[in-house]
């Protein structure tokens, strides 16, 4: 069975900082790995989907990166800014269950950017 | 652009009551998605319809029914409450048929059962 985990649960940084969020994964049978950004009491915010035959995805100052036989993504942002502070979760689809397929997530990292 | 709409976005419900949690996406998505997001767990897949007319069930279907009353909306009901199922609720779309296609996600609804 597919498992996501996240570590760091919970990080806190000072502004300006560059950061690594990781992200692991036992079978390497996936079809994407997707990062999402959720602020309190709200939705999932798409920030990079890694197709499975990609190293990396980048949009502004974050960059995604994947590394498949390992079962490890990290999600790099760049120069941390207060308004970074949410939780983000990696999920990855699955290579197989239908044409669908399951996004299966972690259980977020925390991350707190303080000012 | 509305997205994807979650209707109500707050709920109590006394256990044995039953009520249906509303979705619709603007978005023309062939996709739609049930999800559950709890402390510890993480969010699981309770039903999705891969396109008008069909359903399946994910990982956590049990206590749930769902409809896919047009391309647009997708519900889930909730047929006799139960404390377990005390959570928050989210819906999500996506184009479909090509599965290299983030999943779009509404605000949630946060049911509590008493």
């Known amino acids: 069975k597919q498992e996501v985990t996240q570590i760091p649960a919970a990080l806190s940084v000072p502004e300006g900082e560059n950061l690594v969020l990781n992200c692991s994964f036992t079978?390497?049978?996936?079809?994407?790995l997707q990062w999402f950004r959720q602020d309190p009491g709200k939705g999932l915010t798409s920030l990079l989907l890694?197709?499975?035959?990609?190293r990396e995805q980048t949009s502004g100052r974050l960059n995604a990166s994947l590394d498949k036989s390992s079962g490890r993504s990290t999600l790099y942002i760049a120069a941390s800014q207060p308004g970074d502070s949410a939780t983000y979760l990696c999920?990855?689809?699955?290579?197989?269950?239908?044409?669908?397929?399951?996004?299966?997530f972690g259980k977020g990292t925390k991350l707190s950017v303080k000012p | 652009n509305a997205g994807v709409t979650q209707t109500p976005k707050f709920q109590v419900l006394k256990t044995g009551q039953s009520m249906t949690l509303q979705c619709a996406q603007d978005?023309?998505?062939?996709?739609m998605y049930w999800y559950r997001q709890d402390p510890g767990m993480g969010l699981r897949l309770i039903y999705y319809?891969?396109?008008?007319?069909?359903?399946d069930k994910g990982e956590v279907p049990n206590g749930y029914n769902v409809s896919r009353l047009n391309k647009r909306e997708f519900s889930l009901r909730l047929e006799s409450a139960a404390p377990s199922q005390t959570s928050v609720y989210f819906c999500?779309?996506?184009?479909?048929?090509?599965?290299?296609?983030?999943?779009?996600f509404g605000d949630g609804t946060r049911l509590s059962i008493l």
């Open positions: 890694i197709q499975s035959s990609q």
């Open positions: 999500a779309s996506s184009m479909g048929g090509v599965r290299n296609q983030p999943q779009h």
């Open positions: 079978d390497s049978a996936i079809y994407n």
């Open positions: 978005m023309n998505h062939n996709s």
């Open positions: 999920a990855v689809r699955l290579n197989y269950g239908g044409s669908q397929g399951n996004l299966i």
């Open positions: 319809s891969a396109s008008e007319g069909t359903t």
